[in-house]
Nanobody
Framework: VQLQASGGGLVQAGGSLRLSCAAS????????MGWFRQAPGKERERVAW?????YYADSVLGRFTISRDFALNTVYLQMNSLKPEDTAVYYC??????????????????WGKGTQVTVSS
């Protein structure tokens, strides 16, 4: 089982990026999935989460959108109006309990390798 995140890069402030996380090895249709990020010197934080409910960090609300393509076993994160403070390594993760809200990182069953997002001012 593998989660493969992609789509990161360098973008100017105000720009957009779309991250993808392709899952393989099993179906994740019954899993909650989402995105986390970790900036240097900071803890990993939940950015967006899709389970029985959808959650967003306050800092990205209205700018980021999480979506899923169950047929492709893929979760996306559309990031608009990017800010320098969005700079971080972004990770995708999956939790077999769809009713978890993604705040307890220890509950994640699978993690993808991170993809770097850098927003220049």
């Amino acid at each position: 089982v593998q989660l493969q995140a992609s789509g990161g890069g360098l973008v100017q402030a105000g720009g957009s990026l779309r991250l993808s996380c392709a899952a393989s090895g099993r179906s994740f249709s019954n899993y909650a999935m989402g995105w986390f990020r970790q900036a240097p010197g900071k803890e990993r934080e939940r950015v967006a989460w899709s389970g029985s409910k959808t959650y967003y960090a306050d800092s990205v609300l209205g700018r980021f959108t999480i979506s899923r393509d169950f047929a492709l076993n893929t979760v996306y994160l559309q990031m608009n109006s990017l800010k320098p403070e969005d700079t971080a390594v972004y990770y995708c993760a999956a939790d077999s309990n769809r009713f978890h809200d993604g705040t307890n990182l220890a509950r994640m069953d699978y993690w993808g390798k991170g993809t770097q997002v850098t927003v220049s001012s």
